[in-house]
């Protein structure tokens, strides 16, 4: 046992070193090695929910690394059981509460009750969410959390992403969820309360204002679920800064759950209290990435067939080429074109597209140059820069020059004479020439087709 528990130190080192340290923290610190039967290899995780996790993310990986320390091992085999060392914060947070809420079906009035007081989008639910590769890890855990509260390793959930990625989404519908279906031990519902940093730090202005932060502090304290939207708003705001810090504390103290949400990591938010950065890193910390192509296309087909109206595939693939930063301007520009197809009774198509959605797109062009396309086509194709203006017309320089020539004239506004111009002062015949050459070639070859699609993307994003 001591050789495999050798074994075992080292595999966890590489697994640390191979996924960074928060993710390792995050999933599988709390590995542990059960023991080995003949040539199976028995890991305990806590949970079932961490379990299936590891199994499908790191459970090859594990296999591969474990093969390479010990060829006897042949299987790895993930199940629930044991505890790790938990974290300071979870020991913390575990002596003082026994038992975490339980999840009991609400009644209905209640439910609408608390829903309605909190404020919350109906709109901004689980369901409504479409989940991807960017942003499923988050979802993820905003579940695990809805499901379960002040769950180890959950507590703080911190939510982390650009704007318009879906972090209010997430939290509200964590706060819909538990509204809707939870009551604590004692049968009473689950109190959540949710608001922005920004309205965190009004009221509690006001309550010294009013000489009335003890109640403030009070009314904090005696929720179950705490969620502070958009903390980088308390960065440089000392006072509630502070304050936040206390009911953090006090909250995570006996085992209430705290939910936040940034636009930056914990250890990227400078200007944060580092007793609060460190304390927000304890629990999960899960970002929201940029959107890929896949992702916004699901999302316009998703609320497409929601306001049940038919876009065309061509459309969609527009649209997700175009505003490609920011989902809330993506769906503003669909309901734009539901509206507008529901107004007047129009099919949408990629022309009305075109003309309703014109502010936006121009908003959205974005401006790629003659010598972005140069550099980015050269260096694809692996030759020099300068040889998109030279004279050389072998085919391995030709055929990438065709290509750039090709690309400028489908991305930038600029006339087939400038264009040549641009390319060693060549005429506008020779530009010409190489757009219909490339068209071609690209109807013909899909490896080629599919390369000159490939640098499009990367120019336009
Ligand atoms: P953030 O708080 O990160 O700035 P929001 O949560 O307000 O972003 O999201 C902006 C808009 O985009 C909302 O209308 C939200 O419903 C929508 N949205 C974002 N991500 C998704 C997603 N994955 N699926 C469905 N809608 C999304
Ligand atoms: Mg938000």
Known sequence: MTQLATQ???????????????????????????????DEISILLPTRFLCDWVRSRYGDRL???????????RRVHIRVGGTAEPSVALAESLATTP?????????????MDQRSELSIDPRFTFDAFVVGKPNEFAYACARRVAEQLSSPGFNPLFLYGGVGLGKTHLMHAIAWELAGRCTTNG??????????AEKFMYRFIAAIRSQSTMQFKEQLRSVDVLM?????????????QEEFFHTFNALVDVGKQIVVSADKSPSDLSGLDDRLRTRLGYGMV??????????????????????GVAVPPKVMDFLAHKITTNVRELEGALNRLVAHANLFGRTVTLET?????????????????????QRKVAEHFSIRLTDMSSARRARAVARPRQVAMYLAKQLTQRSLPEIGRRFGNR?????????SRVGELMGRDAGFAEDVELLRRMLES
């Open 8 to 38: 075992w130190a080292r595999i966890r080192g590489r697994l640390q070193g191979e996924v960074g340290d928060i993710e390792y923290r995050n999933w599988l610190r709390q590995m542990t090695l059960a023991g080995v039967d003949a």
């Open 187 to 196: 049968g009473r519902p689950v109190s959540v309360t949710y608001m922005s």
């Open 427 to 435: 005429d506008h015949t020779t530009v010409m020439h190489a757009v």
């Open 228 to 240: 502070i939207d958009d903390l980088q708003f308390l960065i440089g705001k000392d006072n509630t």
């Open 286 to 307: 899960a970002d929201l990435h940029a959107t890929t192509f896949e992702l916004r296309i699901s999302i316009l087909e998703a609320k497409a067939t929601r306001a």
């Open 63 to 73: 296999n591969a690394l474990w093969q390479a320390e010990n060829p006897a091992i």
């Open 353 to 373: 597209t075109q003309e309703v959605l014109h502010d936006i797109l121009k908003a959205h062009d974005r401006r790629v140059t003659i010598e972005e396309i």
């Open 99 to 111: 038992e975490p809420p339980q999840m009991v079906p609400n009644r209905i009035e209640e439910r």
